[in-house]
Each structure stands twice: as C-alpha cells, then as structure tokens.
C-alpha cells in the first residue's frame, strides 16, 4: 500500500485532488479535519489549550476562537511554545 501526502498553498487545488482520490474509493484523511476535532469543546486538547491560555481565547458556544488564538500564538513564539506542549 502507498501512503501519499497531499501539501500545498492556499488555492493550490489540494480540495480538488483530494475529491478525486475520494471518488475513486481512495481512503482520505483530511488533517483540518483532525485538528479541529481534537480541540472540540470538552476534549482533551481543548481542555489542555484552555488551561494554559484562560477563557479569554473561547467564544460565547465555549468552543475555541481559532482566530483569537492565532493571533496570540503568532505575534509571540513563546505563546507559540506553550500550545505545542499542549500537543503532548
């Protein structure tokens, strides 16, 4: 069996190829997807990332604000440090 990565920029048809390899019965595994659920509301990550950055990072469903929290980890690498130890 081959295991292939899919990477690319923004608007590099990484989408497109994607759905290709779906309709021809082609296990996909999207990692956005993957991300996203490991920091649901309630889960370990999010419960992890909400101890070490505080409730002001959460929107009024208690879910993570994905862009509050960009802006904080990318203006300050040690921020940035912080939510990769989350990971672990």
């Not at 296990?27 to 649901?40: F, L, N, T």
């Not at 950055?53 to 912080?82: C, M, T, W, Y």
Request: hydrophobic share 40%.
């Amino acid at each position: 069996m081959r295991l292939v990565g899919l990477t690319g920029g923004i608007a590099s048809g990484k989408s497109t190829v994607s759905s290709l390899f779906k309709d021809a019965g082609l296990p996909v595994v999207d990692a956005d997807i993957v991300a996203r659920d490991v920091v649901r509301k309630g889960t370990g990550g999010w419960k992890k990332i909400v101890k070490a950055f505080g409730n002001g990072i959460l929107l009024e469903n208690g879910e993570i604000d994905r862009a509050r929290l960009g802006q904080l980890v990318f203006s300050d690498p040690s921020k940035r440090q912080l939510l990769n130890r989350c990971s672990f």
